[in-house]
Protein backbone atom coordinates (compact mmCIF):
# COMPACT_ATOMS: atom_id res chain seq x y z
CA UNK A 1 0.00 0.00 0.00
CA UNK A 2 1.14 3.09 -1.29
CA UNK A 3 -0.68 5.61 0.82
CA UNK A 4 -2.11 4.82 4.30
CA UNK A 5 -4.84 7.04 4.95
CA UNK A 6 -6.11 7.06 9.32
CA UNK A 7 -8.21 8.97 11.14
CA UNK A 8 -11.98 8.53 10.25
CA UNK A 9 -14.36 7.98 13.01
CA UNK A 10 -17.99 8.84 14.44
CA UNK A 11 -17.83 12.78 15.25
CA UNK A 12 -21.14 14.59 16.58
CA UNK A 13 -22.46 17.46 14.24
CA UNK A 14 -20.03 20.94 15.06
CA UNK A 15 -16.86 18.02 15.99
CA UNK A 16 -13.42 18.37 14.50
CA UNK A 17 -11.54 15.48 12.99
CA UNK A 18 -7.86 15.21 11.76
CA UNK A 19 -7.12 12.62 8.75
CA UNK A 20 -4.13 11.65 8.02
CA UNK A 21 -2.46 10.18 4.76
CA UNK A 22 1.35 8.61 4.89
CA UNK A 23 3.46 8.30 1.68
CA UNK A 24 6.30 6.74 3.37
CA UNK A 25 6.80 4.63 0.53
CA UNK A 26 7.51 7.39 -2.04
CA UNK A 27 11.31 8.90 -2.18
CA UNK A 28 11.45 12.20 -1.14
CA UNK A 29 12.11 13.83 -4.31
CA UNK A 30 9.26 11.60 -5.75
CA UNK A 31 7.02 13.08 -3.05
CA UNK A 32 7.68 16.61 -3.14
CA UNK A 33 7.22 17.99 -5.94
CA UNK A 34 3.55 15.87 -5.75
CA UNK A 35 0.16 17.17 -5.59
CA UNK A 36 -1.50 15.53 -2.74
CA UNK A 37 -5.76 15.52 -2.40
CA UNK A 38 -8.33 14.52 -0.48
CA UNK A 39 -11.28 13.55 -2.20
CA UNK A 40 -14.59 12.06 -0.69
CA UNK A 41 -17.39 10.09 -1.71
CA UNK A 42 -21.00 9.88 -0.07
CA UNK A 43 -23.59 7.60 0.10
CA UNK A 44 -24.95 7.04 -3.32
CA UNK A 45 -23.03 9.75 -4.76
CA UNK A 46 -19.74 10.25 -6.45
CA UNK A 47 -16.86 10.94 -5.35
CA UNK A 48 -15.39 14.41 -5.42
CA UNK A 49 -12.56 16.69 -4.59
CA UNK A 50 -12.69 18.35 -0.91
CA UNK A 51 -8.72 19.84 -0.81
CA UNK A 52 -5.78 19.68 -3.37
CA UNK A 53 -2.10 21.06 -2.17
CA UNK A 54 0.51 21.23 -4.60
CA UNK A 55 4.26 20.92 -4.16
CA UNK A 56 4.56 24.92 -3.71
CA UNK A 57 2.33 24.08 -0.59
CA UNK A 58 -0.56 26.12 -2.48
CA UNK A 59 -4.05 24.84 -1.56
CA UNK A 60 -7.44 24.77 -2.86
CA UNK A 61 -10.73 24.18 -1.94
CA UNK A 62 -14.43 22.84 -2.75
CA UNK A 63 -17.04 25.31 -1.70
CA UNK A 64 -18.70 22.77 0.72
CA UNK A 65 -15.65 22.34 2.80
CA UNK A 66 -13.99 26.24 2.45
CA UNK A 67 -13.25 27.94 5.61
CA UNK A 68 -14.14 24.53 7.83
CA UNK A 69 -11.40 22.06 6.23
CA UNK A 70 -7.38 22.54 6.22
CA UNK A 71 -5.18 20.46 4.41
CA UNK A 72 -1.52 20.79 5.27
CA UNK A 73 1.47 18.62 4.01
CA UNK A 74 4.94 17.82 5.95
CA UNK A 75 7.32 16.52 3.39
CA UNK A 76 9.78 15.06 6.09
CA UNK A 77 7.16 13.31 7.44
CA UNK A 78 5.63 12.23 3.86
CA UNK A 79 2.37 12.91 5.34
CA UNK A 80 -0.56 14.72 3.69
CA UNK A 81 -3.13 15.91 6.27
CA UNK A 82 -6.40 17.00 6.47
CA UNK A 83 -8.33 19.19 9.00
CA UNK A 84 -12.20 18.89 9.45
CA UNK A 85 -13.92 21.67 11.62
CA UNK A 86 -17.61 22.10 11.83
CA UNK A 87 -18.44 18.68 10.80
CA UNK A 88 -22.01 18.72 9.90
CA UNK A 89 -24.15 15.59 8.64
CA UNK A 90 -23.04 16.29 5.04
CA UNK A 91 -19.81 15.91 5.40
CA UNK A 92 -20.52 12.04 6.29
CA UNK A 93 -18.55 10.00 3.64
CA UNK A 94 -15.65 8.07 2.78
CA UNK A 95 -12.65 10.09 2.52
CA UNK A 96 -9.97 9.18 -0.05
CA UNK A 97 -5.98 10.77 -0.45
CA UNK A 98 -4.67 10.75 -3.79
CA UNK A 99 -1.22 11.71 -4.75
CA UNK A 100 -0.44 12.93 -8.64
CA UNK A 101 3.02 12.92 -9.15
CA UNK A 102 5.28 14.84 -11.64
CA UNK A 103 4.56 12.46 -14.59
CA UNK A 104 0.71 12.41 -14.51
CA UNK A 105 1.19 9.13 -12.10
CA UNK A 106 -1.60 9.07 -9.89
CA UNK A 107 -1.91 6.97 -6.12
CA UNK A 108 -4.91 6.46 -4.55
CA UNK A 109 -4.97 5.28 -0.45
CA UNK A 110 -7.73 2.74 0.85
CA UNK A 111 -10.22 5.15 2.32
CA UNK A 112 -10.98 6.16 6.09
CA UNK A 113 -14.93 6.57 7.10
CA UNK A 114 -15.90 9.86 8.56
CA UNK A 115 -19.44 9.66 10.10
CA UNK A 116 -21.15 12.55 11.08
CA UNK A 117 -23.73 12.02 13.64
CA UNK A 118 -25.73 12.72 16.84
Known amino acids: VQLQASGGGVVQPGGSLRLSCSAS???????????LSWYRQAPGKQRELAAT???????SYADSVKGRFTISRDNAKKTVYLQMNSLNAEDTAVYYC??????????WGQGTLVTVSS
Open 53 to 59: IAGDYRS
Open 98 to 107: HFLNRWGSEY
Open 25 to 35: RFISSVFNPGT
